[in-house]
């Protein structure tokens, strides 16, 4: 029997593949979960017990959350990347990394195939076939679902001819979660006109009282929290996810143009990135240089578009994050965030590399480094190729 590695989440979707690949093609199932920080152990172990019923062969956890920081999280933040100045690439970074994950456990294992249960409707299946592609080229690629060209109820009626018992009753919302964001996907982001109901976000709406927290970053790094210094700094954003969810914070829709070409609404909730993000965007402004800030602009938004649209193994992403990190060498301070119901406000930084600093002058008030005889200078310079033009074509 031949082995192939399924890329399996325990939803409809890779139940099928799993029952489907030993059933009807005789292969040697893997079921392989990549954790990115969005199952619980107790989710874990019900996944993993209803794998077993499947005939698979065997069942293994990759616990990459160490993993998933340092080779793409960390980036995402160093380059404030926000695809189109909203959406923190909650899914699509995640997908990256487990698709990297599940090929390089293939090689490990001697499998002859990988598979998954993308559809041919969205953006998962070209990530997935792109990274494998890339990683394992002489392994089969099998996609049942987009293959077979299934409808949910044609799965559900295979699952139940075969004896298989789950909830086939699909939820009102389709959650994704992990560590760097929640998606949810409803009938409103089917609209373009609808938003998501309050009933539709995982998290609740339980603090209602202002708090001010205190984020420091070390070398463009988030290592602490409120005075409290974390060794990993995933321990550090899932302190801020816990204290700043419960507020309703970092929900919004992403509109963008799909890899496939077509336009598409998914609603997220990401409390901790947005807030990460935009507390990191701050320190930068006070500690880097005009033309550091200009050039980190461009190349992120190339970065972030690039690995959402699965391009993650390209060798210009390595030439990208040594950049990123490079800037990062005075980015370091404490950044205060007041959390509020359903918004932040970023109050302030102190950083011993502040630019703005006093010494030198107060914007607006006095300058401490020129003359106003220096500006005059500066300025008829400055201006002169402009004016030269004006002055020769002040006959037009």
């Known amino acids: 029997m031949k082995k192939v590695v399924l890329a399996y989440s325990g939803g409809l979707d890779t139940t099928f593949c799993a029952l489907h690949l030993t059933k009807d093609l005789g292969y040697e199932v893997h079921a392989v979960i990549v954790n990115t920080g969005g199952f619980s152990k107790e989710e874990l172990a019900t996944i993993e017990a209803r794998a077993k019923t499947l005939g698979v062969a ?12 340092h080779e793409v999280i960390k980036f995402l933040v160093f380059g404030n990347v926000l695809k189109n100045a909203t959406y923190p690439l909650s899914v699509s970074a995640e997908r990256i990394l487990q ?48 293959d077979l060209k ?13 004896g298989v018992s789950m909830n086939f009753e ?58 409290v210094v974390f060794e990993n700094p995933v321990d550090a954003i899932q302190k801020v996810q816990a204290m700043a969810a419960p507020y309703g914070i970092g929900r919004d829709i992403h509109v963008g143009d799909t890899i496939i070409g077509i336009k598409g609404r998914v609603g997220f909730e990401a409390a901790a990135p947005i807030i990460i993000i935009k507390g990191h965007q701050l320190l930068e402004k006070h ?18 578009n690039h690995l959402h649209e699965g391009h993650y193994l390209d060798p210009v992403m390595r030439n990208l994050e040594a950049f990123l ?17 359903y918004r932040f406000t970023l109050l302030g930084i102190e950083s ?19 003359t106003g005889e ?23």
């Open 58 to 69: 065997s069942f293994h956890i990759l616990e990459v959350l160490d993993i998933y920081y």
């Open 99 to 146: 698709a990297k994950s599940l090929a390089e456990y293939a090689k490990s294992i001697g499998a002859k195939a990988v598979a998954h249960g993308s559809t041919g409707a969205g953006n998962d299946q070209v990530r997935f076939d792109m990274i494998f592609q890339t990683i394992v080229p002489d392994i089969e690629i099998i996609t049942p679902i987009r």
């Open 150 to 162: 299934l409808s949910r109820q044609e799965e559900i009626e295979y699952l139940k001819k075969h």
């Open 170 to 227: 699909k939820a009102a919302y389709s959650i994704n979660k992990g560590i760097w964001g929640t998606s949810v996907g409803g009938k409103e982001t089917l609209t373009s006109s609808e938003f998501l109901p309050e009933e539709a976000w995982p998290t609740q709406v339980t603090e209602t009282s202002p708090k001010e927290i205190k984020l420091t970053f070390v070398k463009g790094e988030l290592k602490g929290v409120d005075g």
């Open 287 to 304: 500690t880097l240089t005009k033309w550091q800030m200009f050039w980190k602009n461009q190349l992120s938004e190339f970065y972030g």
């Open 325 to 341: 990190e490079d800037t990062q060498k005075y980015v370091t301070g404490d950044v205060r965030v007041l959390l509020q119901p």
């Open 352 to 370: 011993d590399h502040d630019l703005m600093s006093s010494k030198f002058g107060s914007y607006g008030e006095m300058n401490k480094g020129y």
């Open 374 to 396: 220096d500006v005059k200078g500066f300025t008829r310079i400055l201006g002169n190729q402009t004016s030269i033009f004006h002055k020769v074509n002040s006959h037009d």
